[in-house]
């Protein structure tokens, strides 16, 4: 994996995160593998690694593990394969955690759309944090010339995007400081993919309503023109009131 750069400047050079292990079986179509986080002055010890960069690791090993599958099945060297789905649910919280544990798990596999279910733990305790499903890939052959010349901005910076957009509209429109909000899950749906040094790319949020869950819903859409690119369907759970009994 090569240099990472992520909004907020959580997670920014090699120093760091390792370089990750990934073991791929070919009998059971799996991938399994760890991630190191290194204590620094960028992520102190007390503090866990940014959630978003998590979900954009899951976004790159389960697509990583999709389009082995297309070459084993296809043994095609010139494909390219877009995620069309993310969806990641929180588990339980780890603060702090610096090793992670992922396991790829092929749900469903049709003609063009393979589907993985990764569960994320914290590698010291086995605590289930995350789980992600993804929908991959939407798969074409392309000259090399064609490959050449694609150059997308990462799916998982796309939603980082959507999802900082969305926390700072939860703390404009409901006053609430996000320290004390709780992310549920997040469904990110791409679109159409959007090139690198792209003009003209904004984001419409609008809030949804309140649940009985004390369940809060922005939808971000990201937009350039009139088509949109990039969808994030967030679900924050908000905090109690305190009781004046």
């Known amino acids: 994996m090569g240099l990472i750069h992520f909004v907020k400047g959580r997670i920014v050079d090699d120093r760091i995160i390792d370089p990750p292990d990934y073991y791929f079986s070919l009998s059971t179509r799996q991938t399994i593998g760890f991630w190191a986080f290194n204590t620094s002055d960028k992520l102190p010890s007390t503090e866990s690694a940014q959630e978003t960069t998590l979900f954009t690791l899951l976004d790159d090993v389960t697509a990583d593990l999709a389009l082995r599958l297309v070459f084993i099945s296809a043994n ?35 003609e063009r759309i ?25 798969v074409q052959t392309l000259s090399s010339t064609d490959l050449r010349g694609l150059v997308f901005i990462h799916g998982g910076v796309l939603a980082t995007v959507l999802n900082n957009a969305s926390t700072l509209l939860l703390t404009k429109v409901a006053g609430i400081d996000i320290a004390h909000v709780n992310t ?5 749906r791409y679109l159409k993919g959007i090139y690198l040094n792209s003009k003209g790319v904004v984001i419409d949020a609008v809030v949804e309503e309140a649940n009985d869950k004390d369940e809060l ?29």
């Open 76 to 110: 095609a060297k010139d494909f390219i394969a877009f995620t069309m789905s993310l969806n990641v649910t929180r588990k339980g919280s780890s603060p702090a955690v610096k090793l992670f544990y992922f396991e790829n798990q092929i749900i469903k596999i049709s």
């Open 114 to 138: 393979i589907v993985i279910e990764c569960p994320l733990y914290d590698a010291e305790t086995a605590k289930l944090v995350l789980v992600a499903q993804i929908d991959t890939p939407d």
């Open 184 to 188: 549920v899950a997040r469904d990110v």
């Open 217 to 245: 819903v922005i939808f971000p859409k990201l937009m350039k023109g009139a088509d949109v690119h990039t969808t994030l369907r967030i679900t924050f759970t908000l905090p109690k009131p305190d009781s004046k009994l």
